[in-house]
């Protein structure tokens, strides 16, 4: 099945790629998640698109993205959430809310589709992800999650 990436897909492929999976994982899984659309001819200019706006977004030079990383991994960021007793919180760490830590601290802006949680933060503590700032360059930022 050939289709149209919209989103990154971890080891699939970035926005705008042109991609050949199976038909029950682009049917049962890309698909209804909105991460593809299913191939065209007309659907060129929809990955022109995609590719434009991947592109504005992108980190340009590799020293640019080691230099974001140093940046990121200099410091721990205290993230400020709601948690009731016994350190668990209300939900959890989106990375939304990450983003919104890294300007608070002043930190280089990171678009929230580059950050990787492994699991959910949900208690409070220390913890890391992984910012994806360049496909070469992967910075690991400690978060320390404090109650609000």
């Known amino acids: 099945m050939k289709l149209i990436l919209t989103h990154e897909v971890t080891g699939l492929g970035e926005p705008g790629d042109v991609v050949e999976v199976k038909p029950g994982y682009g049917r049962n899984y890309l698909v209804p998640r909105d991460l593809a659309t299913p191939w065209s001819k007309g659907g060129e200019k929809q990955v022109e698109a995609i590719k434009k706006a991947r592109e504005a977004r992108a980190v340009k030079s590799l020293d640019e993205a080691k230099n974001i990383k140093a940046q990121l991994e200099n410091k721990p960021v205290k993230v400020k959430v709601k948690s009731g007793a016994g350190g668990r919180l209300f939900g959890s760490v989106s990375t939304t809310t990450i983003v ?49």
């Open 100 to 148: 919104d830590a890294f300007d608070k601290a002043g930190l280089p802006s990171v678009d929230r589709r580059r950050i990787e949680v492994t699991s959910p933060i949900k208690a409070l503590g220390a913890h890391s992800v992984v910012v994806r700032v360049h496909p070469e360059v992967a910075a690991t930022v400690r978060l320390d999650v404090i109650a609000d």
